[in-house]
Nanobody, 130 residues
Framework: QVQLAESGGGSVQAGGSLRLSCAVS??????????MGWFRQAPGKEGEGVAV????????YYADSVKDRFTISQDNNKNTLYLQMNSLIPEDTGIYYC?????????????????????RGQGTQVTVSS
């Protein structure tokens, strides 16, 4: 059973940066073909896939709204997943969730499919003020 725990959220002014971390436990060989990622949910809106990284090969996928501002990465042991967020804007406000899935998703499904990943954490709040 994969367990995920996010940290690093907070409040920041527009233009600032935050780094989210996700502690991963229970990662097994069965996760090798899968992916990890982040999605966010703003009040009154549906979840939005933000970024995904494949466990094998490390290919990354980003939503257009965060491309060139956010960077997803993971440590070599797959124990920690990161999301570096730069040049934050108020529209980035929301609860950010870390997620993982053992299944292979085609490139065309990423990063949007991250909202349907089989494992997710409890979320961490990010608030960006103007």
């Amino acid at each position: 059973q994969v367990q995920l725990a996010e940290s690093g959220g907070g409040s920041v002014q527009a233009g600032g940066s935050l780094r989210l971390s996700c502690a991963v436990s229970g990662y097994t060989y069965s996760m090798k073909s899968g992916s990890m990622g982040w999605f966010r949910q703003a009040p009154g809106k549906e979840g939005e896939g933000v970024a995904v990284i494949r466990n094998s090969g490390g290919n990354t996928y980003y939503a257009d709204s965060v491309k060139d501002r956010f960077t997803i990465s993971q440590d070599n042991n797959k124990n920690t997943l990161y999301l570096q967020m730069n040049s934050l804007i108020p529209e980035d406000t929301g609860i950010y969730y870390c997620a993982a899935d053992r299944r292979y998703f085609h490139d065309s499904w990423l990063p949007s499919a991250v909202v349907r990943f089989e494992y997710r954490g409890q979320g961490t709040q990010v608030t960006v003020s103007s």
